[in-house]
C-alpha cells in the first residue's frame, strides 16, 4: 500500500518557467510533510517542509502548497534554473517516526 | 553539508556474505534511522534508533539489524545477502531540537553479486 502518491513520474520545463509537483497521502495522522532534492549518487537533501496547520510555506523559489481536506501538498519552484535538474521526492511523517516518500520525480530544466 | 558521514562510499559483496556500513552524525543528534533505496525508487524505511534502542522498524526481515552508540555513530548489518539487496543504504539523523527533521548522509551504494 503506497502512503503517498507523487506525480508526475519526470517533469521538463523550460528555463525560467515554473515547475509543479504533486503529492497524495492516505494517512490522516501524518503531520509533517517535507520535500528533498537528491542529485545522482548522493543521498536526498532537504529543501523544505511544512506542517498541517499552515497551507503555504515558500522559501526563496520554492513554495510548498498544503490543502488539508484534499490530503494533498505541492511543490512549486518559479523561475526554474537548470541547476534545479533534480529528482525531486515528497515525504511525510508523524513526528519522531520514519518518513514515508514518495516515488520521486526527475525534473529537467532545459537552458 | 547536513555533517552525516557514512562508509564505504560504495561496496561490492557476493551473495551469502554479511555487510555493516557505518553512519556517524553531528553531536546532539540523538535519533537515527536507516533507509534503502533501490534504483529510481523512494528511501524506504528499515529501522530507527533513538538513544541507542530500536524505535521502529519498517517490513524489513531480520537478517537486517543495526546498532546506534553513545558517540552518535551507528551501523546496519546485513547478513546473507541477496541479490535484490543492492541498493543505496541511507542513514538520516534528527536533532534534540527539531525531531521532525531528518538530515541524510551521502549514501553507501552497495551491488551484491
Known amino acids: 500500500q503506497q502512503q503517498v502518491k507523487q506525480s508526475p513520474q519526470s517533469l521538463i520545463v523550460q528555463k525560467g518557467g515554473i515547475s509543479i509537483i504533486n503529492c497524495a497521502y492516505e494517512?490522516?495522522?501524518?503531520?509533517?510533510f517535507p520535500w528533498y532534492q537528491q542529485f545522482p549518487g548522493k543521498g536526498p537533501a532537504l529543501l523544505i517542509a511544512?506542517?498541517?496547520?499552515?497551507s503555504e510555506k515558500k522559501e526563496g523559489r520554492f513554495t510548498i502548497s498544503f490543502n488539508k481536506s484534499a490530503k494533498q501538498f505541492s511543490l512549486h519552484i518559479m523561475d526554474s534554473q537548470p541547476g534545479d535538474s533534480a529528482t525531486y521526492f515528497c515525504?511525510?511523517?508523524?513526528?519522531?517516526?520514519?518518513?514515508?516518500f514518495g516515488k520521486g520525480t526527475k525534473l529537467t530544466v532545459n537552458p | 553539508e547536513t555533517g552525516v558521514t557514512q562508509s564505504p562510499t560504495h561496496l561490492i559483496k557476493t551473495r551469502g556474505q554479511q555487510v555493516t556500513l557505518r553512519c556517524s552524525s553531528q553531536?546532539?543528534?540523538?535519533?537515527v534511522s536507516w533507509y534503502q533505496q533501490a534504483l529510481g525508487q523512494g528511501p524506504q524505511f528499515i529501522f530507527q534508533?533513538?538513544?541507542?534502542?530500536?524505535?521502529g522498524r519498517g517490513n524489513f526481515p531480520p537478517r537486517f539489524s543495526g546498532l546506534q552508540f553513545p558517540n552518535y555513530s551507528s551501523e546496519l548489518n546485513v547478513n546473507a545477502l541477496e541479490l535484490d539487496d543492492s541498493a543505496l543504504y541511507l542513514c538520516?539523523?534528527?536533532?534534540?531540537?527539531?525531531?521532525?527533521?531528518?538530515?541524510f548522509g551521502p549514501g553507501t551504494r552497495l551491488l551484491v553479486l
Open positions: 538520516a539523523s534528527s536533532p534534540l531540537a527539531l525531531q521532525e527533521t531528518q538530515y
Open positions: 494517512n490522516t495522522a501524518f503531520d509533517y
Open positions: 511544512i506542517r498541517p496547520d499552515v
Open positions: 515525504a511525510a511523517s508523524v513526528v519522531r517516526k520514519e518518513l514515508v
Open positions: 553531536s546532539g543528534h540523538n535519533t
Open positions: 534508533y533513538y538513544r541507542e534502542e530500536e524505535n
